[in-house]
């Protein structure tokens, strides 16, 4: 009996303890750090394997390499994994781990105007109000397209830089912007006479995902399983909005007091988790 009753005991213990079964070890192939932005998704990927138990080295590319270039490195496996936005073309080519990395933060949009337009914008409430505007936009970016078929008026250019002194010329009324990013834009180019309106936020489904090489499913599954445990714990959260490059941003852009037009992103995958409230960032919410 008390053979028994220590096998049962044993058994217990074993079964209160964190199974890991989609740890990885080894070393990972990531994209280059450059940016404030890698470092950040490349702290919030450490953060998802983490939870998972995984013990991994990560060897980051010396150089930094387009989209392109980075598909073509994850479809021969001298790249693991890497990070960008929803795309038709990306998410056939390899496996997108279809959980948002900002939260949606990308399709969400403040308006950098030209000083002395304020005004101007203080009675745009709805879709059809915003519609009297024209947006400044790259020719070829992907949410170019997202504005167009709202119906919104965009006026286009190749080269993205071309942008600034378009608007602070009056070619178009306004710039759209993820959240995080106007002021240091505007900061960067004290010689504009530029600004951020303080009344809309547009909304649409876009999101930033983690690839993985189709075949790849163990690092897929631990990507994933991590990414969920630490958004249902709040630690992902706490990570991703306490951060330098999005904390200060998000209390000046005070998203939850702006009027929030919402559009559809026709372009995205019907597999796009858009019914997964924990997955995306909610402007009504209270962050800080």
Do not use: C
């Not at 078929?149 to 006026?155: C, D, E, I, N, S």
């Not at 759209?176 to 649409?204: F, K, Q």
């Not at 630490?230 to 852009?253: C, H, P, Q, T």
């Not at 559009?263 to 995205?268: E, F, L, Q, S």
């Amino acid at each position: 009996m008390k053979l028994i009753a220590t096998f049962v005991l044993l058994i217990t213990l074993l079964g209160s303890l964190p199974v890991f079964s989609q740890s990885i070890t080894g070393q990972l192939n990531i994209p280059n750090l450059d940016t404030e932005k890698d470092m950040l998704i490349h702290q919030l990927l450490d953060l998802a394997l983490s939870k998972t138990g995984s013990n991994v080295e990560y060897i980051a590319q010396p150089n930094q390499l387009s989209a392109g270039r980075l598909v073509e490195r994850v479809e021969s496996n001298k790249v693991d994994v890497f990070w960008a936005g929803m795309s038709p073309e990306v998410e056939e080519a390899l496996a997108p781990i279809r959980i948002p990395i900002f939260k949606g933060l990308l399709g969400h949009r403040i308006f950098v105007i030209r000083r002395g337009d304020e005004h101007r914008f203080k009675s745009v409430k709805t879709l059809s109000d915003l519609q009297h505007f024209s947006a400044g936009q790259g020719r070829f970016w992907g949410d170019t397209d997202i504005l167009q078929k709202a119906g919104l008026p965009v006026t286009t250019t190749v080269k993205g830089a071309n942008l600034w002194p378009m608007l602070d010329g009056g070619r178009f009324d306004y710039f759209p912007l993820a959240v995080h990013e106007p002021w240091s834009e505007i900061d960067a180019r004290p010689d504009l006479d530029l600004t951020v309106d303080s009344n809309v936020l547009l909304a649409y489904p876009f999101a930033m995902y983690f690839y993985v090489n189709k075949n790849n499913t163990e690092l897929y599954k631990a990507i994933e399983t991590g990414m969920n445990i630490a958004i249902e714990d709040g630690s992902y959260d706490k990570m991703l909005f306490n951060s330098s490059m999005l904390k200060d941003a998000l209390v000046r852009a005070k998203v939850a007091d702006r009027a929030v037009i919402r559009i559809a992103n026709p372009t995205m995958h019907p597999d796009t988790p858009v019914d997964v409230a924990k997955y995306w960032f909610d402007p009504t919410a209270k962050l800080f």
